[in-house]
Each structure stands twice: as C-alpha cells, then as structure tokens.
C-alpha cells in the first residue's frame, strides 16, 4: 500500500500541496517513492485520494510559511532560539541578512535546511516546529 509523507501546502487556498508518495509500483514493477508537485487535493483521481485519506486520519500538511515572529517564537518555546542565533551569526552573510530582514520563511528555503543540519534537526522536526510556528 502507497504511503503518503512530506506533505507541504503550495497554497492552502486553492487546496495544493507537494507530497511524496512511497511504495507505487514503477513501470517494471519494483516499487519507487514519487514526488508530486502542486496536487489539487480536491480533485478525485488517485493521488489526491490517497493525501485527502492521509489528512482525514488526522494528520496535517506542513505550513509553506510562517512569519518570522511565528518562527522565533516557536524556537523559543523549544529552547532552541539562542542556538539557532549563534549558528545564523557564525553563517555571517547573507544567511544573517535573510534571518534578519525576511517577511517570511519558506519551509523549502535552504536556509532551512542549513540551520536545521547545524542543530542536527530532522527534516520532521523541522516540519514540526513550522507547524507549531504556524499556530502562534
């Protein structure tokens, strides 16, 4: 059975996401993880059933974006602020001056990706901190 993981909004409104679905059978019958990009969710086709089915057992596409005041706070409430501060200070540069002038943060940013992998961050931890941003 197909799994769905890594699903992120393109944009909530129009009901889109990007996702990867694992465990579909290729053209030569062994089996390869796709990534689907900008699904209509509320189309009826396979696809988009198999994320509506993923979202209806309770589980939640990640935000494409939170503020930064969203994203600080959330590292604050998990005690990971100052670390982050430190890891962006040390990065200098334009790593600096996104952290401190972006009206948002992408969760595809690499950025992201940089300073979750210089704390160590699983790209689910990641997820779980956007999302947690995403309330605040």
Not at 31 to 42: C, F, N, Q
Not at 51 to 60: D, K, L, Q, S, Y
Not at 91 to 115: K, V
């Amino acid at each position: 059975m197909p799994e769905v993981s890594n699903v992120v909004y393109c944009d909530e409104a129009s009901h889109r996401v990007n996702a990867t679905i694992s465990g579909v059978e290729g053209p030569d019958g062994a089996l390869v993880d796709l990534r689907l990009e900008e699904v209509d969710i509320s189309m009826d086709a396979p696809y988009p059933n198999l994320i509506r089915a993923w979202m209806e057992a309770g589980n939640a596409p990640v935000p494409k974006s939170v503020t930064p005041r969203q994203a600080r706070l959330a590292l604050l409430a998990v005690g990971l602020l100052d670390q982050v501060e430190s890891s962006v200070k040390a990065a200098g540069g334009a790593t600096q001056i996104t952290w401190e002038y972006a009206s948002t943060f992408e969760r595809g940013d690499p950025l992201i990706t940089s300073i979750g992998a210089s704390l160590n961050l699983t790209p689910a931890q990641i997820d779980a901190l956007f999302t947690q941003a995403s309330k605040l």
